[in-house]
């Protein structure tokens, strides 16, 4: 029954991990992809200003400054990277209803005898989890190589005027990501290790 519980508590963490970065900027604005910030000084004044442009899951924010240069890089970014950025709430999707599957065999496991508990709900689980596992970490490679690569373009094509930070989002992905891998290994070995099965 433990391992029962530490699964489910798994695909908690990793449900809120990931919905959490699926509502990231505009919506969250505290939870972001990447951040991009122009710098623009006067020498006569010896003033500067800075221009900053997050960008989350359904787009972008910039501050209240804003700077024509970051404002058309934000542009062009958000058109390319939306593409692939919608399959964070996919994997959001397939962790739900893993977890749902888990609250089923919690339930059905703590209430009906051993005899008549059916095999269907943890092997479905097994299947759900897999998805959502697979998902989450091809979710954090592609993010991850978005902003790798933005990264080295931003910095090469303005010539350092505006710089590319990597975002929490990410590192909250990945951490769904091995909830996700652990609680498979915790599956494994509470219904399939050496024909296991309470």
Known sequence: MFLLLLILCLLLAALIMLLLVTLS????????LFRLVAQDSIAIVDASA??????GVWGYCISA?????????????SRTSTFVLVLHP?????????YLIAVY?????????RISVKPLPPILLFISTTFAAILSLVVFAIDAGVVGTLRKTVHDD??????LTWGNGIWVTLGAAIALVT?????????GCCGRHG
Do not use: E, M
């Not at 400054?65 to 970014?77: D, E, F, G, T, V």
């Not at 065999?105 to 005898?113: D, E, G, L, N």
């Not at 303005?158 to 710089?163: A, E, F, N, P, R």
């Open 183 to 191: 609680c498979l290994f915790c599956q494994w070995r509470r219904f």
């Open 105 to 113: 065999t919690y339930i059905q496991r703590r209430h009906v005898s």
């Open 90 to 98: 996919i994997a959001c999707g397939f962790t739900f209803v893993a």
């Open 50 to 55: 800075n221009a900053t442009a997050t960008f």
């Open 25 to 32: 900027v505009p919506i969250i604005k505290t939870i972001y």
């Open 158 to 163: 303005t010539d350092g005027l505006v710089t």
């Open 65 to 77: 400054l804003q700077a024509s240069q970051a404002n058309s890089i934000a542009n062009s970014i």
